[in-house]
């Protein structure tokens, strides 16, 4: 029986949004082991923030993806060495941005010359863990490709100022749901396809081409848009996500993150015979 690539944010969507509970969703993702099931994180988090929830869900054996799509890590003991990556740790690693996080931080400390806006790193212990609610902000600082800001100035220059970071900067801009981050061109969708293509061309057939994706906001869209089964979760901090009118195969979840994960599994499990858990 032929398995499933299941690709799914984090904050919002595995984690609740303000406290980081996973609820039961550690039992949900027993079940889609069984199966055999791929539970592929693919987040705005660091790798170190990854890694100790991987750790913790017993899933070190999954790939994952970084910072939006910027850094993909395939598992040494599950995948062969994988064209274009470099070895680190016990992964094979592939970027796919070309600026390291300390590039565009001297880019952005340029740009803060003429624009108002935060970037988070100068910000104080204190003001941090006011924004993120998180325990322990030095994981979530160690960022290889790119650097998170909070924007204090208008919309026009704000305009402005994305046309900088594409046009002069050769760079992009997602955002997510406490924070914008600034990398070079990357997203969920480019990190998506380059792992379905590693998983096929590492194990054929073994799995099925048709994704489930699961997301709750902004940076979640393309990756949702280009998945055969989408389930967007109940985000009461943000706008409803916009998907392409003629996407098929959408479910939004009543409940928030943590729940709505279970709740969409359930639903698509339904939908598809059974075909994910028993």
């Known amino acids: 029986m032929k398995s499933f690539l299941i690709f799914s944010d984090l904050?919002?969507?595995?984690l609740h949004h303000q406290n980081y509970s996973y609820g039961k969703n550690d039992l949900v993702i027993?079940?889609?082991?069984?199966?055999?099931?791929?539970?592929?994180?693919?987040s705005s988090k660091t790798y170190s923030e990854i890694r100790i929830i991987l750790k913790t869900l017993k899933?070190?054996?999954?790939?994952?993806?970084?910072?939006?799509?910027?850094t993909l890590y395939f598992p040494k003991t599950i995948f062969k060495k994988i064209k274009k990556s470099q070895s680190f740790e016990d992964y094979w690693k592939i970027n796919l941005?070309?600026?390291?996080?300390?590039?565009?931080?001297?880019?952005?400390?340029?740009?803060?010359?003429?624009?108002?806006?935060?970037?988070?790193?100068?910000?104080?212990?204190?003001d941090i863990l006011k924004l993120t609610n998180l325990r322990d902000i030095k994981q979530m600082l160690k960022r290889e490709a790119s650097q998170l800001i909070?924007?204090?100035?208008?919309?026009?220059?704000?305009?402005?100022?994305s046309k900088m970071i594409k046009i002069n900067c050769k760079g992009s801009l997602n955002q997510g749901g406490r924070f914008i981050q600034i990398s070079s061109p990357c997203n969920k969708r480019i990190a998506t396809k380059e792992i379905c293509h590693i998983y096929h061309e590492s194990?054929?057939?073994?799995?099925?081409?048709?994704?489930?994706?699961i997301g709750d906001n902004k940076n979640d869209r393309d990756m949702?848009?280009?998945?055969?089964?989408?389930?967007?979760?109940k985000n009461k901090y943000s706008a409803p996500i916009k998907l392409n009118y003629l996407k098929k195969n959408v479910f939004y979840s009543q409940t928030d993150a943590p729940?709505?994960?279970?709740?969409?599994?359930?639903?698509?499990?339904?939908?598809?015979?059974?075909?994910?858990?028993?």
Do not use: R
Request: proline share 1%; with cysteine.
């Open 11 to 14: 904050d919002g969507s595995f």
């Open 30 to 42: 027993e079940k889609l082991k069984k199966n055999n099931h791929q539970i592929i994180f693919n």
């Open 59 to 70: 899933l070190t054996m999954m790939p994952f993806s970084c910072e939006n799509g910027a």
């Open 97 to 126: 941005t070309n600026k390291n996080s300390l590039k565009w931080y001297n880019i952005l400390k340029e740009l803060k010359k003429d624009y108002h806006f935060e970037i988070i790193c100068d910000l104080s212990k204190k």
């Open 150 to 161: 909070i924007w204090k100035d208008n919309k026009k220059n704000f305009n402005e100022f």
């Open 203 to 213: 194990f054929g057939d073994k799995f099925y081409q048709s994704i489930i994706a």
């Open 224 to 233: 949702l848009n280009l998945a055969k089964y989408s389930c967007v979760i």
């Open 259 to 278: 729940l709505g994960w279970e709740e969409s599994l359930k639903h698509l499990n339904k939908k598809l015979n059974g075909k994910i858990y028993q």
